[in-house]
């Protein structure tokens, strides 16, 4: 089975240069970051040295323009390695992926100005955060109460947004909040970037969670943040089309992160069922274990091959990829979730316990059916896409 998965791997769409990338994203995650990951999870502690490893590749580069000092590769290829990042460590995965999906956004909408002016923050190494989530408004975000009050050449933000990835770390905010010249729930939607170290910018806490527990997840507060209104993007009131057209690139790196802690899930567990002993026979031997892994199996497999295909969508320049996004979602978080929970299974006793890595994937791989809009979201947004009008 890992052959078939290693074929499917094979016939990713991938230049020369990019295979090279992913070989050595490939060495960096076996040799440095998988090794670390467990003490990562027991600590907490946020995991700066492999953040500088990622830095050293220069792989923030791959989703810059060459313009603002980037050497941009392929979609394809940014999935490919947030995935095998996240085998390795799915807390390092997800930092390093929660950049890009907070500076999309800038990169696709940004002006000149403002592309010239922060970008090679990020291409050099500089993380970001995607603030949208605020306690009244998680799965219906245009319920967010964070007001931009237009002050001359500043916006004044003020409220506070919760669970934010790299809310504690972040070097640029990109943060949606409502226009206040602007009487329209949705209509009042719009998005800035605001820098670390603005005045009224604080980090209150961070979450104490099941996984991803190296990963910081922080509450904000703005108290009257001056931003400069050359950071403004878009026009004002264009947040909400550039929230949705953001997540539809953000979605499938989150599934690409899922589908890390799956097939590090799978592994361990194939690996184990061919080693495990019980009643004198390897436990593989049984065919409740060899049907167990079969279904596994045909799932990754199955969510790896869609993973493709809405990479090649993007690379090709679909217009429109949204459902598409939202399956891939969907299936791949609920795939991470199942496999892991086999996993542990398939390992007994053993499973329940720390000593083996299935444990923390089990914890890890909850978050990923609730984030980017949970699955339940997911399932309505593709139903809804079903009816005919
Ligand atoms: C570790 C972590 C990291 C995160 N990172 C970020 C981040 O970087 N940036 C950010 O902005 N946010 C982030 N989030 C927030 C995350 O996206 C939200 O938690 C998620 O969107 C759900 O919102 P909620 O928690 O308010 O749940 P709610 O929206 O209150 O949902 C509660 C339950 O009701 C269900 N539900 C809600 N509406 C419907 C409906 N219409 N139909 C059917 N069921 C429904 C949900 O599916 C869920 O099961 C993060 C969260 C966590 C835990």
Redesign the pocket.
């Known amino acids: 089975m890992a052959a078939l998965l290693d074929r499917l791997d094979a016939t990713v769409a991938l230049s020369a240069e990019e295979r090279m990338l992913l070989d050595s994203v490939r060495a960096l995650a076996r040799d440095e970051i998988a090794p670390k990951a467990e003490e990562h999870d027991r600590t907490g502690e946020f995991p700066r040295a492999n953040v500088e490893a990622i830095n050293a590749l220069g792989l923030n580069a791959m989703f810059v323009p060459e313009a603002y000092g980037g050497t941009p590769l392929s979609y394809t290829a940014y999935l490919a390695c947030v995935r095998a990042l996240s085998q390795a460590c799915a807390a390092t995965g ?1 930092i390093w992926a ?1 950049t890009f ?1 907070a500076m999309k956004p800038l990169i696709d909408f940004g002006t000149e100005e403002q592309k010239r002016r922060l970008l090679p923050r990020i291409a050099t190494g500089g993380l970001g ?5 605020e ?1 009244e ?5 245009t319920g967010m109460k964070t007001r931009f009050t237009p002050a001359g050449d500043a916006i004044v933000v003020s409220g506070g ?7 504690d770390v972040a070097d640029l905010y990109l943060v949606f909040g409502k226009w206040s010249e602007i009487d329209d729930s949705k209509g009042a939607i719009s998005a800035l970037i605001l820098e670390r170290g603005t005045p009224g910018l604080k980090i209150l806490r961070t ?1 104490d ?1 099941l996984g ?1 527990r190296a ?1 910081g ?1 922080a509450v904000l507060a703005f108290e009257n943040c001056r931003v400069p209104r050359a950071n403004l993007l878009g026009a004002p009131g264009t947040g909400l089309r550039l929230l949705l057209a953001s997540l539809n690139k953000s979605r499938p790196s989150v599934a690409a992160h899922a589908l890390g802690i799956a097939r590090a899930a799978f592994e361990d567990a194939a690996a184990y069922v061919n080693e495990r002993q019980q009643s004198g026979r390897r436990i593989i031997d049984f065919q409740g274990i060899q049907f167990m892994l079969a279904d596994m199996a045909a799932e990754l497999a199955l969510c790896e091959a869609w993973l493709w295909h809405v990479g090649r969508l993007v690379d090709a320049g679909a217009p429109d990829f949204a459902v598409e996004a939202s399956v891939l979602k969907l299936r791949a978080s609920d795939a991470a979730m199942r496999i892991a929970t086999d996993a542990v299974q398939l390992y007994g006793g053993y499973g329940y316990c720390k000593d083996y890595r299935v444990e923390r994937l089990f914890r890890d791989a909850k ?1 990923t059916q ?8 997911h399932r ?1 947004f593709i139903g809804r896409s079903l009816i005919e009008r």
Do not use: M, V
Not at 129 to 133: F, G
Not at 371 to 376: K, L, R, S
């Open positions: 997800i929660t999906h955060a995607l603030a949208i989530t306690p408004a998680g799965s219906d975000a947004k919760i669970f934010i990835t790299n809310g979450e969670k991803h990963s997840t978050i609730i984030w980017e809009g949970t699955n339940q979201i309505q």
